[in-house]
């Protein structure tokens, strides 16, 4: 079974920056696309940013120019960067394969933006 352990979240002010990180045991890390998610309080997941096995990236309209996503394919692990935070950017976040998050999710990592 997958695990995916996310670390890297905190409490910042508004156009803060934060970097999140996302290490994964799948032996398959390399050839597959991987996203970052959030999870709002009373809100469904969201897809954040993927990036695929050779580096392409799509972002949400929400976080364009803001966020960057990134991998290390040999430390198994997906980055985002998290430049100009917002107030409605406080969620959980966590990674996944993209598309459908079919590994199990991790425990996530709080995001908190307020001043």
């Known amino acids: 079974q997958v695990q995916l352990v996310e670390s890297g979240g905190g409490s910042v002010q508004p156009g803060g920056s934060l970097r999140l990180s996302c290490a994964a045991s799948?032996?398959?890390?390399?050839?597959?696309?991987m996203g970052w998610y959030r999870q709002a309080p009373g809100k469904q997941r969201e897809l954040v940013a993927h990036?695929?096995?050779?580096?392409?990236?799509n972002y949400a309209d929400s976080v364009k120019g803001r966020f960057t996503i990134s991998r290390d394919n040999a430390k198994k692990t997906v980055y985002l960067q998290m430049n100009s935070l917002k107030p409605e950017d406080t969620a959980v976040y966590y990674c996944?394969?993209?598309?459908?998050?079919?590994?199990?999710w991790g425990q996530g990592t709080q995001v908190t933006v307020s001043s």
């Open positions: 996944n394969i993209y598309p459908g998050g079919a590994w199990a």
């Open positions: 799948a032996n398959i890390f390399s050839i597959v696309t």
């Open positions: 990036i695929a096995a050779r580096g392409s990236t």
